[in-house]
């Protein structure tokens, strides 16, 4: 028996880093889960692993950014598992300037694929939520705790020097989160953000100036952290290391819980103790 059995999951972003430990650590728990990510190899790996362990998904492979994706990212829970209980906004990456050089291309890109594309995902998921809330209820059953997680950041909470993009759009789904919150408070679904402080994933990892870069729909952006500021950075987490991706999704696991189903419109700061 898993804490989740019988639950229906959607997880953006999981073909790796943290998304992916969300996406395994949610099936070990009984759900199934949609996996996405922008190339079809690493969601189908997410998917092989959840299997080999035993677990359900299915992989919905594209871009959280582009038009339509959102209807089709539900109707894929809907249509595979019959339904949709949990939404964790995971994907995104950085794309970091100070501001005099930021383009609004960066702005742009940063800003739709950790708010709007969240934004979308929930719009997309309101019709299917009210419905189901409706049938249960005609049903004379009581509604269960729905659960929404979206990812934020301490550059969202704190601000970050030369992520004026990625701050302001980790800030947003901030509000998105509480605006939210209140509004499907009457379907019973809560609505909660993690921010996460320094997670060991390849945005993270990659030593700055070394040539490390992402493909994004096939633009290559540089991503990374110098390596004496990341060893600064580790200094100050009290754990006095960097987290690791399973102990990311387990702060998100603990929203997704039937033990979390009173707490609502909060953010959790997953740093290590390190908060700013
Ligand atoms: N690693 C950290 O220290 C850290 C800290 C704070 C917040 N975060 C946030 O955690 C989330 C996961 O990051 P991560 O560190 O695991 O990075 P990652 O690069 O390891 O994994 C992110 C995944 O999202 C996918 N992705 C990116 N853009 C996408 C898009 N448009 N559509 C679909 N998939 C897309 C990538 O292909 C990748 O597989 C992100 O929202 C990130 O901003 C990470």
Redesign the pocket.
Known sequence: MGTLDGKVAIV??S?????REIALKLASEGARVVV????AE?AGETVAAVEAAGGQAVSCV????EEGFAERFVQTAVDEFGGLDIIIN?????WDSVIQKMTDEQWDAILD??LK?PFRILRAAQPVIAAAVKQTKAAGEPVPCRKVVN?????GTGGNAGQAN?SSG?AGILGLTKALAKEWGRYNVTVNAVA????K????ETPAGTGGT?D?QGKEIKVGVNPNLLAAMEQMVPLGRGGT?AEAAGAVYLLCIPESDYVSAQTLVCGGGFNI
Do not use: C, E
């Not at 073909?15 to 998304?19: D, E, K, S």
């Open positions: 953006s972003g073909g790796r880093g943290i998304g996405n990510d922008l190339d690493p594209g871009s959280v950014t995971n994907a995104g990456y950085t694929v950790h594309a990812i934020s950041s301490l550059a990625y980790k996460f402080g320094l997670i994933t390849r945005l993270t992402i994004v991706p």
